[in-house]
């Protein structure tokens, strides 16, 4: 097996109450010394000026202008154009009253000028303060893409923010400036001068000058640093660089202090880590910045392009257009964070879409099943150890507009048992052209994708590493780490579903977790990761009780739990913060829970909730809004996404769903889900519901629920005070394999499909099948085996339950209509499990009953001109339904 840690202490047994460690393990480049620094820099301002003089005419920062209210190209400023900025903004800050210390604040999207602040703050050794970016809702994603869809963001979260770290001077975004004006921000009264990206209106400039505040645009403050030159302050390595704040799930956000130091080790961490591996980083890359850089992922990524004379472009503000930035810019790294990637291998309706669904869109059944075997047989090649671009090396010979032809011949020669090795060939090729397709849509360039910010599924991670025809690199990280606290290795299948190996300059260990029953000396050893390290935060700014509570003995107490894997890499398998004990002494850890019951292809998001005083678990459930659709077509009911959750049979569907997805990952009876509300619009900044960084804030979650969180614990307490459940249910049931009264019994007539069996049944679950393709063709719509009533294949419904019955037959056989051939089994299933409905349907669409196959069935239909469109109502008029 391939060791990818280094163990350079033995753990230690907890005595005296004090809880028992695990081993101390370091990065393999560490394992008998931390490397040397590089000589040349020291700070974070060292990081550009070496850029500088090295790479004085390579492009550094671009943005798209608007011509006729549309985006246009790229523009571009070289590391020489930049630095001449900062030089003039480094003077006017100056010339303003700025000395070494003063805190700045940068309040803002991503754009040009945001780094040229940062880089004026660094030659002066003046403090930056990021204030949180909001997007405004003109720039919201409904699908709330992590730290991307922040909408709105509470004034009181900037207004503590400039208070609290004694910000006097601030950069800000034209759009911004009314909110800092804004009588309710009342720390901007402390403000000396306020400097916007572009330009103020009148009306602001007399506002700002009656509150007190000198206010300019750009052109004007870099004329005065040109009218006012200023020499340089450059920091020591100890100075204070930057506060980030991060936010905290309750309370005001915390002030993480980051050294100079801190951000010159973890750049110089990074390019030793990615030295080992082939495709090292020059000063032709490009990265496509959209995270925010208020927050430390897109911080560091793009101080290390700097450091390597690279390019970063930034978006052009409409995130819903961000597929427009990727093939106008072309980067070559694109960054994300789990929800990004998780919308990827979803295929729901965002920018990244294109990447997936409208590629399976193209396909036919056939055609489907080509890619299945294609991924499998790359996959295959990788887990073996062969390299992405390795295991399919014919690929580059192929045109992309060739693709699809070659797929159909393929497939006939394998149907018809053709042997020759040269289909080996075919097959390589024809395993990298779809990844290449999907590339060609991300610019046709990336060859790196970094998922950061917290722990990737294993089947994403797999999924992209497959696909995407580029290195994938996961890791794990905070704030207090400055950024990434571990590393994943590109091309080690092995480390799928782990977040990799302890960066270079620091440490790991795990600490016991008792009351979770977590021990790193357990096998699996579990515990709290702790960091110790020259790339840790020095301490929460004016909070001493926070930083000691959060660093013990120089150990940084995350507050994630992790397992050892044997290879020497680390899973996050829990949260220590988000642990709970219900009424009978049982502990319940809600992240992982929520982490667990989020892959349910019918849930787009969900907040569990566990009371001390209660011996159950509810939710709050967010349905995902396309298979919520299908099931409603399924069932027969038409209208939006709030209506349907509405449904008392929806509501019983999804807790069905729900108790197979806790059977599939083996929890525990205590740990289901007893009850669920159906919550149609996401969790969202606007009802500080989440965090920035899209963290659920579980106070005000109850708080805003709390009406209906007691109706359902009410409801649950008198569910069986009356005499058996509110309506008639046949004997069987009750049982299924996985029948549990209090969660299968619901307070509505069961629904049918064509089978004769509830929904929530026939949806049995497959994990291996990706949401994405749930959309495309879901062999879950096939019956299964149930237990039936004596004497009986067929549910019986009562009489006022009859036309509802034969609808949803109708609606069950149009949808297979809509499959194609692959409905086939369900026809054949529906001629041997009910001979009278398949009767009664042969009467009336075919001769002597003769079809069997949804082929013979579209011959028929052929046959009386009817068109797949208007199947369903071809088939409800001759069933005599209005």
């Given at each position: 097996m391939k060791i990818f840690s280094a163990q350079v202490e033995e753990?230690?047994?907890?005595?005296?109450?004090?809880?028992?460690?695990?081993?101390?393990?370091?990065?393999?480049?560490?394992?008998?010394?931390?490397?040397?620094?590089?000589?040349?820099?020291?700070?974070?301002?060292?990081?550009?000026?070496?850029?500088?003089?090295?790479?004085?005419?390579?492009?550094?920062?671009?943005?798209?202008?608007?011509?006729?209210?549309?985006?246009?190209?790229?523009?571009?400023?070289?590391?020489?154009?930049?630095?001449?900025?900062?030089?003039?903004?480094?003077?006017?800050l100056r010339a303003s009253g700025a000395e070494p210390g003063s805190r700045v604040g940068v309040y803002g999207p991503n754009c040009p000028q945001w780094i040229v602040a940062m880089e004026a703050c660094n030659a002066h050794n003046l403090i930056c303060v990021p204030l949180y970016d909001t997007l405004g809702k003109a720039f919201t994603f409904d699908i709330q893409i992590s730290v991307l869809s922040v909408t709105n963001l509470w004034p009181s979260a900037v207004n503590f923010i400039i208070d609290h770290a004694e910000v006097d001077f601030v950069f800000v975004q034209d759009k911004k400036v009314k909110e800092l004006?804004?009588?309710?921000?009342?720390?901007?009264?402390?403000?000396?001068?306020?400097?916007?990206?572009?330009?103020?209106?009148?009306?602001?400039?007399?506002?700002?000058?009656?509150?007190?505040?000198?206010?300019?645009?750009?052109?004007?403050?870099?004329?005065?640093?040109?009218?006012?030159?200023?020499?340089?302050?450059?920091?020591?390595?100890?100075?204070v660089c930057t506060i980030m704040y991060t936010s905290g799930t309750s309370g005001n956000p915390k002030g993480v202090v980051l050294t100079h130091?801190?951000?010159?080790?973890?750049?110089?961490?990074?390019?030793?880590?990615?030295?080992?591996?082939?495709?090292?980083?020059?000063?032709?890359?490009?990265?496509?910045?959209?995270?925010?850089?208020?927050?430390?992922?897109?911080?560091?990524?793009?101080?290390?392009?700097?450091?390597?004379?690279?390019?970063?472009?930034?978006?052009?503000?409409?995130?819903?257009?961000?597929?427009?930035?990727?093939?106008?810019?072309?980067?070559?790294?694109?960054?994300?964070?789990?929800?990004?990637?998780?919308?990827?291998?979803?295929?729901?309706?965002?920018?990244?879409?294109?990447c997936i669904k409208k590629a399976l869109q193209e396909l036919n059944p056939r055609?489907?099943?080509?890619?299945?075997?294609?991924?499998?047989?790359?996959?295959?090649?990788?887990?073996?150890?062969?390299?992405?671009?390795?295991?399919?090396?014919?690929?580059?010979?192929?045109?992309?507009?060739?693709?699809?032809?070659?797929?159909?011949?393929?497939?006939?020669?394998?149907?018809?048992?053709?042997?020759?090795?040269?289909?080996?060939?075919?097959?390589?090729?024809?395993?990298?052209?779809?990844?290449?397709k999907i590339k060609a849509r991300l610019g046709g360039r990336v060859r790196l994708i970094i998922s950061g910010g917290a722990p990737l599924s294993s089947e994403i991670e797999e999924f992209l590493r497959v696909t995407c025809c580029a290195f994938v690199v996961q890791g794990y990280g905070l704030t207090e780490t400055c950024g990434p606290t571990t590393l994943g290795y590109p091309d080690e299948m092995s480390m799928v579903g782990a977040v990799g190996t302890v960066a270079v300059y620091n440490e790991m260990r795990l600490e016991e977790?008792?009351?979770?029953?977590?021990?790193?000396?357990?096998?699996?050893?579990?515990?709290?990761?702790?960091?110790?390290?020259?790339?840790?935060?020095?301490?929460?700014?004016?909070?001493?009780?926070?930083?000691?509570?959060?660093?013990?003995?120089?150990?940084?107490?995350?507050?994630?739990?992790?397992?050892?894997?044997?290879?020497?890499?680390?899973?996050?398998?829990?949260?220590?913060?988000?642990?709970?004990?219900?009424?009978?002494?049982?502990?319940?850890?809600?992240?992982?829970?929520?982490?667990?019951?989020?892959?349910?292809?019918?849930?787009?998001?969900?907040?569990?909730?566990?009371?001390?005083?209660?011996?159950?678990?509810?939710?709050?459930?967010?349905?995902?809004?396309?298979?919520?659709?299908?099931?409603?077509?399924?069932?027969?009911?038409?209208?939006?996404?709030?209506?349907?959750?509405?449904?008392?049979?929806?509501?019983?569907?999804?807790?069905?769903?729900?108790k197979l997805t806790a059977e599939r990952n083996k929890l525990r009876g205590f740990e289901n889900i007893r009850a669920i509300i159906l919550e149609p619009r996401p969790f969202d900044m606007e009802r500080d519901l989440i965090t920035a960084t899209m963290k659920k804030k579980r106070n005000q979650l109850l708080k805003y629920y709390q009406d209906q969180i007691d109706e359902l614990y009410s409801n649950l307490a008198g569910k069986w005070s009356s005499q058996g459940p509110p309506f008639p249910v046949p004997d069987h049931f009750f049982l299924s394999s996985h029948s549990d009264s209090d969660s299968q019994l619901h307070a509505s007539p069961p629904l049918f499909n064509f089978h004769g069996k509830r929904c929530a049944q026939?949806?049995?679950?497959?994990?291996?099948?990706?949401?994405?393709?749930?959309?495309?063709?879901?062999?879950?719509?096939?019956?299964?085996?149930?237990?039936?009533?004596?004497?009986?294949?067929?549910?019986?419904?009562?009489?006022s339950e009859g036309r509802s019955f034969v609808e949803h037959h109708v609606v069950g056989l149009t949808q297979n209509l809509e499959l194609g051939d692959y409905a086939a089994k369900g026809i054949k299933k529906l001629k041997d499990d009910h001979p009278a409905i398949y009767s009664m349907l042969s009467k009336i669409h075919g001769e002597k009953g003769a079809w069997s196959s949804v082929a013979e069935l579209k011959g028929i239909m052929k046959k009386k001109n009817v068109m797949k469109q208007t199947a369903g109502s071809w088939i409800v008029s001759d069933f005599g339904i209005r």
């Open positions: 753990g230690k047994q907890g005595k005296d109450g004090k809880p028992s460690i695990g081993p101390v393990y370091r990065n393999l480049l560490s394992e008998y010394d931390f490397p040397p620094p590089d000589p040349q820099i020291s700070t974070s301002w060292d990081i550009f000026n070496v850029a500088v003089q090295r790479n004085p005419g390579n492009r550094m920062l671009g943005w798209r202008k608007f011509v006729d209210g549309k985006p246009g190209p790229y523009v571009w400023k070289t590391y020489k154009e930049v630095y001449e900025e900062v030089v003039h903004v480094g003077s006017a004006l804004n009588p309710d921000c009342t720390s901007s009264q402390r403000l000396k001068i306020i400097v916007s990206f572009t330009s103020l209106t009148d009306e602001e400039n007399d506002k700002a000058a009656r509150t007190g505040i000198k206010p300019y645009s750009w052109d004007e403050f870099l004329q005065m640093g040109k009218q006012n030159p200023s020499e340089f302050s450059p920091p020591q390595a100890y100075n130091e801190t951000i010159a080790f973890t750049v110089r961490g990074i390019d030793l880590f990615l030295e080992q591996f082939e495709d090292k980083m020059t000063g032709d890359d490009v990265y496509l910045s959209f995270l925010p850089l208020a927050h430390i992922l897109d911080r560091m990524i793009e101080e290390y392009f700097f450091h390597n004379g690279a390019s970063v472009g930034y978006y052009h503000g409409d995130l819903n257009a961000l597929g427009d930035d990727l093939m106008e810019l072309k980067p070559t790294l694109f960054a994300g964070v789990p929800r990004v990637f998780e919308r990827v291998y979803e295929g729901m309706e965002n920018f990244l879409v294109i055609r489907r099943k080509i890619f299945d075997i294609l991924y499998k047989y790359k996959l295959a090649w990788m887990n073996m150890g062969y390299k992405n671009k390795y295991a399919s090396p014919l690929a580059d010979l192929l045109a992309f507009r060739k693709v699809f032809s070659f797929l159909i011949p393929c497939y006939n020669l394998i149907a018809s048992g053709f042997k020759h090795y040269n289909l080996i060939l075919l097959i390589h090729c024809l395993a990298s052209i779809y990844s290449l977790v008792p009351e979770m029953n977590y021990n790193p000396l357990g096998n699996p050893p579990c515990g709290e990761i702790c960091i110790k390290g020259k790339s840790t935060f020095t301490e929460y700014y004016k909070n001493p009780e926070l930083t000691k509570e959060a660093i013990k003995d120089g150990w940084f107490h995350t507050g994630d739990i992790g397992q050892m894997l044997p290879n020497g890499t680390i899973k996050i398998i829990d949260r220590k913060k988000n642990l709970i004990k219900l009424s009978q002494g049982e502990y319940i850890a809600l992240e992982y829970l929520e982490n667990v019951y989020g892959i349910t292809p019918i849930v787009e998001d969900i907040w569990v909730y566990g009371n001390s005083f209660k011996s159950s678990l509810v939710a709050v459930v967010v349905p995902h809004e396309e298979n919520t659709k299908r099931w409603a077509y399924l069932n027969g009911f038409v209208g939006s996404l709030s209506e349907h959750c509405a449904l008392q049979q929806l509501n019983s569907y999804i807790l069905s769903e729900l026939t949806f049995r679950p497959k994990s291996h099948i990706p949401k994405h393709r749930l959309l495309e063709h879901d062999d879950r719509l096939l019956p299964s085996k149930r237990p039936t009533t004596k004497g009986s294949g067929l549910v019986r419904p009562n009489a």
